[in-house]
């Protein structure tokens, strides 16, 4: 299925070549195979700037765009097609495959990339690449413009200057198409149904790594190929830690459970987080602190839209959370204090969301011209306010200790403010409630 039409990816190498300076060529190599151990690989993942541009999902390859190029402004190097290879393998497109299927207008083998990449770079005065981001690649490419260098006697022109590619693309992917909002809500529905059957399946006695299993069955029958990042199955006090992976616990009666998690679909990213009692009734203290994390994040997306800069929509969540902490008597003194000072910071010490696209914390700048960035129709974010009081807090009432809470949607901005893509998971205490009880029901 061709969920990013083809050509939706000449439209960006265009759009990319013509922000480029006159004489100019951009490389990017394909993500590597990491190993995971001996000669076992990790699943492969294009890197996401080379799949923006090109969709081509092999690794081994390199694309160099030469705006106005006689033979061809589109340069893909790939693996040649190999019989033997292929039994073991997989299939390969090869350089015919890189021209009919990706609209290559060139195509070599990437063994021959030594040969050629340096004639198609002499001439060029500057070279746009990511520098920093591929330490063996970067080797790569100075030893070709060495090769350039070591002819200058013979008439060779280096290049002069090496300009920031992703700087420019990272712009660029910051704007989402119809299309890309297409399949992100198309990922964005398969993780709701994931959270809400990870709900319909809790209960204690079970481990958390039971409901990582729900919600990954879940991704992977619905054609995912992977979760967009480490799963996040945290019941009780493990909700406190915010990149919790061990995801291995009981789940015990009377605790939360806090899950972060999304699936990929074509390389582009979903990041639901919802948090849920395990016996599927809320106490009082975890119904407070859950509603006001809820009430930030209705704060929040008031906060969103074109014409508001990226920072207001955390503002928000910290005014709420502070008034609620205040009030719950989890924090001291007057509200412009503990904003003042920062002292929320102790129970919400992370910011209410991030971009997200083709990478769950996607790319492009929060700031411009040293002022947050204004939002604007297209941009993707999260929204994803929360609570934590650590386990071992004594400035607190024992009651409140170990309950971590965190509530995750995505966004795209719109003309008039903002649309919430992950909607398909119930939210509100009574919701998650009723959901839980016809599930215990239904089980009976
Ligand atoms: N899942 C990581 C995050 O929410 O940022
Ligand atoms: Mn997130
Ligand atoms: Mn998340």
Known sequence: MQRIPKAEYARRRKALMAQMEPNSIAILPAAPVYIRNRDVEHIYRQDSDFQYLTGFPEPEAVLALIPGREHGEYVLFCRERDPERELWDGLRAGQD???????????????????????????????YYAIGCNQEFDHRLMEWINVIRSKARQGAQPPNEF????????????????????????????????????????????????????????????????????SIVAGGRNACILHYRENDAPLKDGDLILIDAGCEIDCYASDITRTFPVNGTFSSEQKAIYELVLKAQEAAFAAIGPDKH????????????????????????????????????????????????????????????GEWRVLEPGMALTVEPGIYIPADDERVAKKWRGIGVRIEDDVVVTKTGCEILTGGVPKTVAEIEALMAAAREQAA
């Open 163 to 230: 300009v920031a590619l992703d700087h420019l693309l990272h712009d660029m992917r910051l704007y989402k198409s119809a299309a890309e909002v297409k399949v992100m809500k198309e990922a964005a529905e398969i993780s709701a149904a994931a959270h809400v059957r990870a709900m319909q399946t809790a209960r204690p006695g079970l481990s958390e790594y039971h409901l990582e299993a729900e919600l990954e069955y879940i991704f992977r029958k619905n054609g995912s190929k992977m979760p967009a990042y480490g």
């Open 310 to 369: 990226w920072n207001e929509a955390h503002e928000a969540t910290v005014r709420v959370i502070a008034e609620g902490l205040l009030e719950l008597g989890l924090l001291a003194g007057t509200l412009d204090e503990v904003i003042e000072t920062e002292s929320y910071k102790a129970y919400y010490m992370h910011r209410a969301g991030h971009w997200l696209g083709m990478d769950v914390h996607d790319v492009g700048d929060y700031k411009v011209g």
């Open 97 to 127: 495959g890189a021209i009919a299927q990706f609209g290559a207008d060139d195509a070599f083998p990437i063994n021959d990339i030594d040969d050629i990449l340096p004639g198609l770079i002499e001439g060029r005065e500057r070279v």
